[in-house]
């Protein structure tokens, strides 16, 4: 689960991570009140949405008056802002953020993730903030510094000190990072973030070390432990089929392309998506309906999957464990007739009672493409979304 950047940083203030004074508004009058309160002559203008870029779409301004706080702030609010986190269509920004301005004397790059490959946390640092870290990872790797973190130990002073130096801080400047570190690492672990990213992380003319932007996504697995954070959602940032899928326990994810993939298991779902542009297709989406699914999530699965227009054939790629390839086929075959399917299908079963389920669609006497394996379905569904057979 996402969560807006003045949230992000409403939590860290929790944690006594140093962020900058604001407050959010929904209209330019808001807007306008933030400032005054704010005070001071300098203020950021920040469309709150759930992607990165936003300042190179023109979603962040600096204002240098009252007047320019409300003008940046009509032009921001309501505006369909475009980054290369939003894709095309973009999204519309309801709420702002008004920060105070800083003087900044430096910007860094920090964050946390979980190495699985280590069983460790990896908590990063680079001197080259607020460029794109994936950039930097790929042009200048040896300017990303990483400390890992034993859970059984958790944070310590030495891990402070080798991103401190890793960053070439001193003094109090130093002893400030340090505990920025050690609260934005309490954080990510006791709220079960998935990814806590800091950029730019700023030093300021007077020695500060600041969150100046703030980002954090949560396990979503682990919600229930967490009503606070889950009280954080922000339902206009979710599509409508996303909202529909996590009521019935489906894990959905609108993408751009035309094949729509029903599959079960986030890793076997993954593997479909790279396999479909291995050959020249668009998956249209990401749709894990899990190891227990029944007919009835089948068919609600199916009926997201086809509430895109841009869907022009469905891969139906099942491995048979704990759900049956039997319950999957005639999970299929009620879709299909219940719902006139009017979009080529090629299904793919491998595992439990393949045997059933591949005569069970054999002989329902619908329109439905059998696939032998992943390639040779992945083939089929180019070739359908494509027009061919």
Not at 3 to 29: C, F, N, S, W
Not at 93 to 113: P, R, S
Not at 227 to 239: F, Q, W, Y
Request: aromatic fraction near 6%; charged fraction near 25%.
């Amino acid at each position: 689960m996402n969560v807006h950047e003045y949230q992000a940083k409403d939590l860290m203030r929790k944690y006594d991570i140093a962020v900058l004074q604001g407050g959010v508004a929904d209209t330019p009058a808001q807007a306008v009140e933030v400032a005054k309160k704010l005070g001071g002559s300098v203020w950021v203008v920040k469309a709150q949405i759930h992607a990165g870029g936003r300042g190179k779409g023109g979603g962040v301004k600096l204002a240098r008056s009252i007047e320019e706080v409300e003008k940046y702030a009509k032009e921001i609010l309501g505006m369909q802002l475009i980054t290369h986190q939003t894709g095309p269509e973009g999204k519309k920004v309801l709420k702002i953020l008004v920060e105070q301005g800083c003087a900044i004397d430096h910007e860094y790059y920090a964050g946390i993730v979980l190495d699985r490959s280590v069983g460790k946390f990896c908590m990063m640092v680079s001197t080259e903030g607020g460029m794109e870290i994936e950039t930097v990872a790929h042009e200048n790797p040896e300017k990303i510094i990483k400390a890992y973190i034993d859970p059984a130990t958790g944070f310590t002073p030495a891990h402070g000190r080798k991103l401190g130096f890793a960053l070439g801080l001193k003094g109090e400047t130093l002893k400030k990072a340090n505990k920025f570190f050690e609260g934005l690492y309490r954080l990510y672990v006791e709220k079960d973030c998935s990814i806590a990213e800091i950029n730019p992380l700023v030093t300021t003319k007077d020695g500060d070390v600041l969150a100046l932007d703030a980002k954090l996504n949560f396990d979503d697995n682990a919600l229930f432990r967490h009503p606070d954070i889950e009280a954080l959602r922000d339902i206009t940032e979710e599509s409508e089929q996303e909202l529909e899928a996590g009521k019935y326990g489906l894990s959905y994810i609108s993408l751009d392309g035309n094949i729509g993939c029903l599959v079960n298991g986030a890793g076997l779902a993954m593997g479909t998506l790279d396999i479909l542009k291995l050959h020249g297709g668009s998956p249209a989406n990401f749709l894990d309906v899990g190891g227990g699914a029944t007919k009835e999530t089948v068919q609600k699965a199916f009926t997201i999957i086809l509430q895109d227009k841009n869907v022009k054939a469905i891969l139906v790629n099942i491995f048979g464990g704990i759900m049956k390839c039997d319950i999957i086929a005639n999970g299929v075959v009620d879709a299909a007739k219940e719902l006139g399917i009017n979009v080529p299908l090629v299904v793919r079963l491998e595992g439990t009672n393949v045997a059933l389920g591949k005569k069970i669609l054999a002989e329902s006497g619908l329109k439905i493409t059998a696939a032998d394996d992943l390639a040779d379905a992945a083939a089929k569904a180019v070739a359908a979304a494509k027009g061919g057979k």
